[in-house]
């Protein structure tokens, strides 16, 4: 994955180590800190916490691995350490990548298996290269690499996009579940990978894998934190509200439909008459509860009012923060447009302004200097 290091020099071989120790104290940090150094009130996913420190430990013992290279005199003793650096980390730092990705969409449980088959593959055209260092081989491994990284993206871009709409069908709340920062790591992941492809030559070559895989760890780890854990049951403010059936039970649609007709006005009778719109992360679970019945019909309901379950939340509460607006103008009392959206709702003013704007078709600022419509 590197070539061969130079002692003379010294900063490179500093990067080189720091690297190493980076990825180190992020694995350690991933795997053994109970609490979350970045934000105190997020919960990760556990299983993506553990996918990613072990994507952190293959990154450190690859450079281990590579380290002592530097030591070998014999062009042949080198090649043939870089080849086997080259198939245990097609081994473990590849599959490992592809499995943090998929661990970061929590709309369900993806199986692994298929990723074993598509690294398979490539781990056994690397085996036969290093037998028999036939470059008709080498370009076979470079062409199947390119192939599955290819492969990946558009996997991914699928896959993300039915994420996206499952947290806006689920969820009210998307702050810390930004779904473009998949993209991030996707691109940061791929670019490494497609440089560690092409096998350049030179320091600019040696410097720029070391700075993405330094950054890539510092983005993951980071982003890993900030991601909010969805299979966190949160507390409802209604202890008495029950699921009536199953969450995932089957539901024929013409026997739901008296059932999804009567929704309505036990949606004015539980959510906006009592303001439960104003709870801040409320899940579609959590009002299907509310008002007696279960996940499924609700789903079902918004779906044949042609709109998501976050588009219904944010439209109450952009409702909320016009009605808050307009009393505070006309008692004369000082207030900011950051408070009236928390009292609305919004933990997040970003998240606010965002739908604020698709629901009135322009920003905050500029409809709050237009006349109080009466």
């Known amino acids: ?8 020099d010294v900063l490179f071989f500093m990067l080189y180590a720091a690297m190493a120790v980076v990825a ?7 795997l053994f800190r109970r609490g979350n150094a970045f934000d105190a009130t997020i919960s990760s996913p556990l299983r993506l916490r553990r996918w990613t420190a072990a994507f952190f430990a293959s990154l450190a013992l690859s450079h281990v691995w590579y380290l002592p290279i530097v030591f070998l005199s014999s062009e042949d003793d080198v090649m043939l350490a870089y080849l086997i650096g080259g198939l245990f980390d097609c081994m473990t730092i590849l599959p490992l990548s592809i499995i943090m990705l998929l661990s970061m ?5 993806r199986p692994l298996w298929p990723v074993v088959v598509a690294v398979l593959p490539l781990v056994a055209l690397c085996a036969i290269f290093i037998a028999c260092r036939s470059a008709m081989l080498l370009l076979l491994v470079r062409l199947y690499f390119l192939l599955l990284g290819l492969g990946l993206i558009i996997y991914m871009v699928r896959e993300v996009s039915q994420y996206r709409r499952w947290l806006r069908d689920n969820y009210a709340d998307l702050e810390h579940k930004e779904v473009w920062q998949n993209f991030v790591v996707l691109v ?10 092409t096998d350049l030559e030179g320091s600019v070559y040696d410097y720029a894998i070391q700075i993405m895989s330094t950054a890539l760890v510092c983005y993951l780890l980071w982003r890993v934190e900030t991601l909010s854990d969805l299979s966190i049951a949160q507390p409802l403010p209604f202890s008495e509200a029950e ?13 739901s439909l008296t059932d999804t007709d009567s929704i309505g006005s036990l949606l004015q009778q539980y959510c ?10 409320l899940t579609l679970l959590q009002l299907a509860q509310a008002i007696g019945t279960n996940r499924s019909y609700l789903s079902l309901y918004f779906s044949r009012q042609g709109m998501t379950y976050n588009a219904y939340i944010n439209d109450l509460r952009i409702r909320h923060f016009i009605e808050l607006y307009r009393q505070e103008v006309a008692e004369q009392r000082p207030f900011t447009a950051q408070q009236l959206a928390s009292e609305s709702g919004y933990r997040s003013y970003s998240t606010f302004s965002l739908a604020f704007k698709q629901r009135m078709g322009q920003n905050v600022t500029a409809w709050m200097h237009e006349p109080i419509e009466s």
């Open 1 to 8: 994955m590197y070539k061969q290091l130079v002692p003379a």
């Open 188 to 197: 940061l992941i791929v670019l490494m990978f497609t440089v560690y492809a």
């Open 105 to 109: 969409l929590q709309d369900r449980r």
């Open 243 to 255: 699921e009536t059936s199953p969450i995932d039970e089957a539901i024929d649609p013409d026997d």
């Open 272 to 281: 906006i008459d009592a303001q439960l719109y104003l709870q801040h992360d």
């Open 24 to 30: 180190l104290i992020a694995c350690i940090y991933l």
